[in-house]
């Protein structure tokens, strides 16, 4: 379980192999060519119910964010992936807040992963492939050796994602953010490189339950 060293050289993100093809889609970076695709989700009030944002009120905020993420590749802060279904924009899958190195004697290398799919394609398993191949990228060709990531309390859907792929759960932040009217919990987890190259060998690991 016990990790490598950290990689000599930090990688220009943007300049890696991005496309990842999955069995009933595609992964590839994000661009303001999908906006059309993506503004009936984005704008849909019930889809962000257990996640960070609001809906888009605006076509033009969904204009803006994307060209954020477009600027996010580009600065080797993030990678944020299409899932691409026939042809069409179906959802994202993102590796943001990508880290290496904190001071000149701290070096992280991690990043936070995150996800969302559109309705018409909930209860196919491709939310979670798309999980699989994004934090698969990540230890494996981004050479990260953290990923961390996150679920509102309820989020039951995501949970199972998480727990599915061995993400080592870390505890329940209480009160951890407003929305929806109220403080919501927050549990967390995470999964370093050492641990992914044992659950991608033998499919599971020892390590703390969540209760």
């Not at 993100?13 to 303001?32: D, Q, T, Y």
């Not at 600065?75 to 590796?95: C, D, Q, R, Y």
């Not at 309390?153 to 599915?164: D, F, V």
């Amino acid at each position: 379980m016990e990790s490598a060293p950290p990689r000599a050289d930090i990688p220009v993100v943007a300049s890696l192999p991005l496309v990842i093809e999955g069995s009933k889609f595609r992964l590839r970076p994000i661009a303001l060519t999908d906006v059309d695709d993506l503004w009936p989700f984005v704008s849909d009030p019930e889809l962000p119910k257990f996640m960070s944002w609001r809906a888009h009120r605006d076509r033009s905020e969904t204009v803006a964010f994307v060209q954020a993420q477009v600027d996010g590749l580009a600065a080797g802060k993030m990678i944020n992936w299409v899932i691409e279904i026939a042809g069409k924009a179906a959802g994202l899958v993102t590796l943001s807040g990508i880290t290496w190195q904190f001071s000149t004697d701290w070096r992280v290398d991690r990043a936070e992963l995150g996800y969302w799919l559109g309705p018409p394609h909930w209860g196919q398993r491709i939310m979670s492939e798309a999980a699989l191949l994004a934090t698969k990228f990540g230890f494996e060709t981004l050479g990260l050796h953290k990923i961390t990531i996150g679920h509102m309390e309820g989020n039951e859907p995501s949970q199972r994602i998480i727990e599915g792929l061995f993400f080592r759960h870390l505890g329940l932040a209480l009160e951890d953010a407003w929305k929806n009217g109220a403080w919501q919990h927050h549990h967390r987890y995470e999964l370093t490189s050492g641990e992914w190259g044992d659950s991608a060998r033998t499919l599971r690991f020892n390590k703390p339950r969540r209760p």
